[in-house]
């Protein structure tokens, strides 16, 4: 054998091994993809069953032993207990409908209102709820652009409405001011209020939930050219 072909590998163990090397590429990349297929929804339905199954768990502690669902039924059904407590809600909520649940309701709030640590939490997570919850609110509904921390350096914000009170007093002669929340990245339940012109953003035309898929995958995931991400 010559000293050139000495360092030479046969021609049949380097098809071998290239053949070798593109199936592991293929296999890792089959690996990533499967990855990116089944972690997200696996990890939406493990949380959806957390919810499910916390709710059970409350609503079996908080029923008598005799009224228990395990204990009625001869096997368990998963989601029973969410079953009861959107039944207790739609039955408190008829009730609250008429005459006499409304004048229980005015009652039990007067009663909060003139404690005075409750009363603040009451009135805070009242307001969140009939302004999150109204139709006709426009709160966390547009996708803005904001100039912030710095000048030059942009942020997605969300306009959770106009700015009212004590603030807008204060801030009288500005045009047109606005609440916007900013969120942080990764976790967008986070973040900071700053009170801006509305002049001062630049409206998106993406949803609210694709404005929190851009938050969430840190700019990974982005709308297409529509506003909407695919």
Request: aromatic share 6%; no cysteine; hydrophobic share 50%.
């Amino acid at each position: 054998m010559a000293d050139g072909d000495e360092g030479r590998k046969p021609r049949g163990l380097a098809l071998f091994s290239g053949l070798h090397l593109t199936l592991a590429a293929r296999l890792k990349a089959y690996l990533f993809t499967g990855i990116l297929v089944t972690a997200p929804i696996s990890i939406t339905l493990y949380l959806a069953w957390l919810v499910v199954d916390g709710v059970d768990r409350l609503v079996d502690n908080l029923l008598p032993a005799a009224f228990r669902p395990d204990q009625l039924l001869p096997f368990t059904l998963p989601g029973l207990g969410l079953v009861l407590l959107l039944i207790f809600l739609i039955l408190v909520g008829m009730v609250s409908a008429g005459m006499v649940g409304s004048l229980l309701l005015r009652l039990g709030e007067a009663l909060v209102g003139r404690m005075p640590v409750l009363r603040g939490i009451h009135t805070a997570v009242k307001q969140v709820f009939e302004t999150v919850l109204a139709q006709k609110s426009d709160a966390f509904r547009e996708v803005v652009l904001v100039e912030f921390p710095r000048k030059d350096a942009w942020s997605i914000g969300f306009v959770s409405g106009t700015t009212r009170g004590e603030v807008a007093q204060l801030l009288d002669g500005a045009d047109d001011m606005i609440n916007v929340f900013v969120p942080t990245t990764p976790n967008p339940t986070s973040g900071y209020l700053i009170f801006v012109p509305r002049s001062a953003v630049k409206p998106l035309r993406m949803s609210v939930e694709d404005g929190l898929k851009l938050v969430v995958s840190g700019g990974l995931v982005a709308p297409g050219e529509g506003g909407s991400i695919p």
